[in-house]
């Protein structure tokens, strides 16, 4: 019996309509199932609700910040705790400071937009979701 | 017997010597005078001014001295002016006696200005400011009879260098969001995603992308350089394979060496240990100086990376050595100065920042490290950096 390949949902908060569309143009083309969010309270609630595989979080962003987003969720439920979230930055100076936020967390991961080309990002999710 | 009596007339010795002591008070009114606008225009000097003797007592202040400092004149004349006036350095650390620029000079050592290391003097109420000194012996018969002390605050200079260096970390982190859509778009296109393309577009495509790379390096380099300036250049030490990241770096650059036909060979001494450090300081480090050796040593040259230890004093050192161009010797004092490239390597390559180097020297001192480099024109240039070891014998244990 053929088993149906699991489509995998990603959740994308990011508030750069040109950075998003981008991402989910790509993850859409690569069998992912995209939702999308364009600050981190509305990120939040969608990730509760939809509760997706993945998720791709930016950290400077209007009304919820990428950080205090990440917390929140990782409060919420077992889930929340668990779900892996990929933090994406273009902070420069402030890069050490997401790092030490998410040091201790297992799922949590951090990557700088501008060093990463887009396939090694999907790569990488892929890895994280295997 | 008749006493012949001698008249003399007194009169005009009496005037002669009248008249020397007139001239004589005449002088000393004119050095009085002269001492009186010498001392005037002294005083009257915009810079702290302070003058010591062999000693290194304090023999005169100035007015703007006791302004900027809070001591008066009279208070400090006759003391040690390292006592009086102590020096710290930006992280609040005091200046030893026999580091002081003032010490060296007194002892006859010729002593250049780091304009790069700003110190702060410490004032009366224990307040501190930015400084910028000029140190001069006084020199009498061929010998140091003292030395001159000009300074001033420098604080305004400090905060506009502080706004401009703020500028340029948001400038470079506002650049970052399109320089990342261009980037991803680029290879969305470039790896057909939405149709294939001609080898003309593809040929500009990959124009267009490789454009935005060095741009993207360069924003890179510009806010790692204001980080440094900001004093926000976090270090956080783990342990580190040094091996393992000088061969990953290598590798990085392997499209870089192929298409330059250059060689490279290691020589990493056996049993390297795992160290105590910074694995982002020092894949700053590799990354920098090795792209330096690819881009400026001519096709089918030879690059050489050494890794070696010195258990006495507890450190590393790094090496690499090129058959490049090398740095000419007129200009290899200022090889490390902020956008500053060499004017053989300038012709040669229009990509680079002149950033680079400025970025090692920055780390490696902040780290307690050194590097140092000998070079010969058209035969090639090594550096070496060395840095400090805490090794962890658990790690080393696990490494053999």
Redesign the interface.
């Known amino acids: 019996m053929n088993t149906i390949p699991v489509r995998h949902i990603i959740l994308i908060i990011e508030d750069e309509v040109s950075l998003r569309n981008a991402l989910r143009d790509k993850f859409s083309r690569e069998g992912f199932f995209v939702i999308s969010a364009n600050d981190g309270e509305t990120g939040l609630s969608t990730a509760l609700k939809e509760q997706p595989h993945v998720i791709l979080l930016d950290v400077v962003m209007p009304k919820m910040d990428g950080i205090s987003m990440l917390k929140k969720l990782r409060l919420e439920n077992e889930w929340g705790k668990n779900v892996p979230v990929i933090l994406l930055t273009n902070l420069g100076a402030d890069d050490e400071k997401v790092m030490k936020e998410i040091k201790e967390d297992k799922s949590a991961y951090y990557l700088v937009k501008s060093d990463w080309p887009i396939n090694d990002l999907i790569a990488k999710i892929r890895e994280i979701l295997s | 017997m008749p006493v012949l009596k001698v008249k003399r007339d007194y009169m005009p010795l009496k005037k002669a010597i009248l008249n020397i002591l007139e001239d004589l008070a005449d002088n000393e009114k004119e050095l009085l005078q002269k001492k009186a606008l010498d001392e005037a225009i002294l005083s009257s000097i915009g810079e702290g001014l302070v003058v010591v003797d062999k000693e290194g007592k304090i023999t005169y202040v100035n007015q703007a001295f006791e302004q900027m400092v809070g001591w008066k004149s009279a208070e400090v004349i006759g003391k040690y002016v390292v006592e009086v006036v102590p020096r710290e350095s930006e992280k609040g650390e005091v200046v030893e006696f026999n580091e002081r620029i003032l010490t060296k000079v007194l002892s006859g050592e010729i002593v250049m200005a780091d304009l790069t290391n700003p110190f702060y003097y410490i004032c009366k109420n224990k307040s501190r400011f930015p400084a910028s000194s000029i140190v001069t012996p006084i020199i009498l018969n061929n010998e140091i009879i003292g030395v001159v002390e000009t300074f001033r605050d420098i604080t305004k200079e400090k905060e506009i260098d502080k706004t401009k260096t703020e500028f340029v970390?948001l400038a470079?982190?506002q650049l970052?969001?399109?320089?990342?859509?261009i980037?991803?778009?680029t290879?969305?296109l470039l790896?057909g995603?939405v149709g294939k393309l001609n080898p003309e577009q593809e040929k500009y495509l990959k124009e267009v992308y490789r454009g935005n790379q060095r741009m993207?390096s360069l924003?890179?380099a510009l806010?790692s350089v204001?980080?440094m300036d900001?004093g926000?250049f976090?270090f956080?030490l783990e342990q580190t394979d040094v091996t393992q990241l000088v061969q990953n770096v290598v590798n990085d650059q392997k499209p870089q060496i192929e298409a330059k036909g250059i060689k490279t060979s290691f020589d990493f001494e056996t049993k390297f240990p795992i160290v105590q450090s910074d694995p982002k300081v020092l894949r700053i480090i590799f990354e920098n100086l090795l792209s330096n050796s690819v881009k400026y040593t001519p096709d089918r040259g030879k690059i050489k990376l050494t890794l070696s230890q010195n258990l006495k004093n507890k450190t590393f050192t790094f090496s690499i050595s090129d058959t490049g161009y090398g740095i000419p010797e007129n200009q290899q004092n200022r090889i490390f100065s902020k956008l500053f490239r060499a004017d053989n390597v300038r012709q040669r390559d229009t990509e680079g920042t002149g950033l680079g180097l400025y970025i090692v020297k920055a780390v490696v001192d902040n780290s307690g490290g050194k590097v140092w480099f000998e070079s010969k024109e058209d035969k090639g240039t090594i550096f070496h950096v060395e840095f400090p070891i805490s090794i962890n014998k658990e790690a080393n244990k696990l490494f053999k």
């Open positions: 970390s470079s982190h970052r969001t399109p320089l990342s859509t980037n991803w778009y290879e969305m790896a995603d993207v924003v890179n806010l204001s980080r900001l926000t976090t956080e």
